[in-house]
């Protein structure tokens, strides 16, 4: 890969580069079509990465259709897909990791402490090994975008990072490869993850500015279902992620909840009058 990346970049080619776990749905094609309008050559990784799973999470259980996936990928019109495995990319020894001191704090991190440090670690060591000079991410994983691009000025790669809106169901629900884990009665559980924030920008939108007023609106929806459990609701600074709790400015509302065992996220900007 690095070879052939060398070569590409010497021939003046551009590579535009999408890194993924696989099993694709409606948002990973957006990443894919975002990319394929960029450079010359697209790039796509599938890497379950063990490094960015807890002890008691769904390393083992990660749903996979690799057949499907390259199909996928083809109609895209994605000119290389990088399947390394597990042994490759952390072979005996490995011992280097890359982590953020600040960002992995808030949010997410707080219920999966490791999770940041196996993304970073990962999207360094694809980065280099791409050696693309642009690189596609969602938005639905906003925390995950914001440190990537953390990452990415702080340590000076040579790479744009660029974002591509969330992709919803009809209903809303955010797309995610977990949501196949989902039963047909779990299905309107999780979706008041996505009622929420849209409950929230209406109260935004009448007014409220008191971030308490929406978080407590948001957990009577999401708890008005017995088999959901919040992980966080949370009200934030955009940039810093650090709790707001008066709206004056456009704030991040983040959310992750379980539905049942699994374990869902979603977020959207807030933007008062
Ligand atoms: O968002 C994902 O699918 C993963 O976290 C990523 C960026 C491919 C790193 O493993």
Same mark, same amino acid.
């Given at each position: +890969?690095?070879?052939?990346? =060398?070569?590409?970049?010497?021939?003046?080619?551009?590579?535009?580069?999408?890194?993924?776990?696989?099993? $694709?749905?409606?948002?990973?094609? !957006?990443?894919?079509?975002?990319?394929?309008?960029?450079?010359?050559?697209?790039?796509?990784?599938?890497?379950?990465?063990?490094?960015?799973?807890?002890?008691?999470? =769904?390393?083992?259980?990660?749903?996979?259709?690799?057949?499907?996936?390259?199909?996928?990928?083809?109609?895209?019109? #994605?000119?290389?897909?990088?399947? @390394? =495995?597990?042994?490759?990319?952390?072979?005996?020894?490995?011992?280097?990791?890359?982590?953020?001191?600040?960002?992995?704090? $808030?949010?997410?991190?707080?219920?999966? @402490?490791?999770? $940041?440090?196996?993304?970073?670690?990962?999207?360094?060591?694809?980065?280099?090994? #791409?050696?693309?000079?642009?690189?596609?991410?969602?938005?639905?994983?906003?925390?995950?975008?914001?440190?990537?691009?953390?990452?990415?000025?702080?340590?000076?790669?040579? #790479?744009?990072?660029?974002?591509?809106?969330?992709?919803?169901?009809?209903?809303?629900?955010?797309?995610?490869?977990?949501? !196949?884990?989902?039963?047909?009665?779990?299905? @309107?559980?999780?979706?008041?993850?996505? %009622?929420?924030?849209?409950?929230?920008?209406?109260?935004?939108?009448?007014?409220?500015?008191?971030?308490?007023?929406?978080?407590?609106?948001?957990?009577?929806?999401?708890?008005?279902?017995?088999?959901?459990?919040? =992980?966080?609701?949370?009200?934030?600074?955009?940039?810093?992620? #650090?709790?707001?709790?008066?709206?004056?400015?456009?704030?991040? +509302?983040? +959310?992750?909840?379980?539905?049942?065992?699994?374990?869902?996220?979603?977020?959207?900007?807030?933007? @008062? %009058?």
């Amino acid at each position: +890969m690095q070879e052939h990346a =060398d070569k590409q970049r010497q021939s003046g080619k551009t590579i535009t580069f999408v890194p993924t776990m696989g099993f $694709f749905h409606d948002g990973h094609l !957006s990443l894919m079509q975002k990319g394929r309008k960029m450079g010359d050559e697209l790039v796509l990784s599938i890497f379950v990465n063990p490094a960015q799973f807890g002890p008691n999470e =769904d390393l083992d259980t990660y749903p996979k259709n690799l057949e499907r996936d390259l199909e996928l990928a083809e109609q895209q019109g #994605v000119d290389i897909v990088y399947t @390394p =495995d597990t042994e490759l990319l952390y072979p005996e020894g490995y011992q280097t990791f890359v982590s953020l001191e600040t960002l992995p704090n $808030f949010l997410c991190g707080i219920s999966r @402490p490791l999770f $940041f440090r196996g993304v970073t670690t990962v999207v360094t060591k694809l980065l280099n090994i #791409v050696k693309p000079h642009a690189a596609v991410l969602g938005e639905k994983d906003f925390q995950q975008l914001a440190i990537v691009k953390q990452m990415v000025k702080d340590l000076n790669f040579d #790479v744009e990072i660029i974002s591509v809106p969330t992709v919803r169901e009809p209903d809303g629900l955010a797309m995610s490869s977990r949501n !196949s884990y989902l039963t047909p009665e779990q299905r @309107p559980c999780a979706l008041t993850l996505y %009622q929420s924030l849209c409950r929230a920008r209406d109260l935004i939108e009448e007014g409220t500015t008191r971030a308490a007023e929406i978080l407590e609106s948001a957990a009577r929806l999401v708890t008005s279902y017995p088999e959901t459990e919040i =992980d966080y609701i949370a009200v934030s600074d955009p940039v810093t992620l #650090v709790d707001i709790e008066t709206i004056d400015n456009p704030v991040l +509302m983040a +959310m992750a909840v379980k539905v049942g065992s699994t374990r869902l996220i979603d977020n959207m900007i807030l933007t @008062p %009058q």
